[in-house]
């Protein structure tokens, strides 16, 4: 859930069920693998139910659980943070990159996507 991708898919099914395809549109720039393996998790999580019809071609839908539901507004109203700071964010991340004020102690750490 904490991933970037999983903040996005719980925004985008806060809004209602969606087919795989349509979801991928709404998050936009999520390889469709990624997509799966974050729907996978989600699910796994039990943020997320996924809906299989036995019709051909086959159709999936997704939608939020009942938990799901629960951490959807918590998720939204993070993602508004973040906007709203992105500007501060990504200025405290220059002054580390540039060796400034508070040196990082994460340098070269990997960003999870």
């Not at 709203?84 to 964010?89: A, G, Y």
Request: avoid cysteine.
């Amino acid at each position: 859930m904490t991933s970037r991708w999983g903040v996005l898919v719980l925004i985008a099914l806060s809004q209602g069920t969606l087919r795989f395809s349509a979801l991928r549109r709404k998050v936009g720039g999520v390889s469709e693998k990624m997509l799966a393996q974050t729907l996978l998790w989600l699910e796994e999580d039990g943020l997320v139910v996924r809906h299989a019809f036995a019709v051909k071609p086959p159709h999936v839908e997704y939608s939020l659980s009942e938990l799901g539901q629960q951490v959807g507004p918590i998720v939204e109203r993070l993602a508004d943070w973040i906007e709203s700071n992105l500007p501060q964010i990504m200025h405290q991340r220059r002054l580390k990159e540039d060796g400034g004020p508070g040196e990082s102690h994460n340098a070269g750490r990997d960003r999870q996507g």
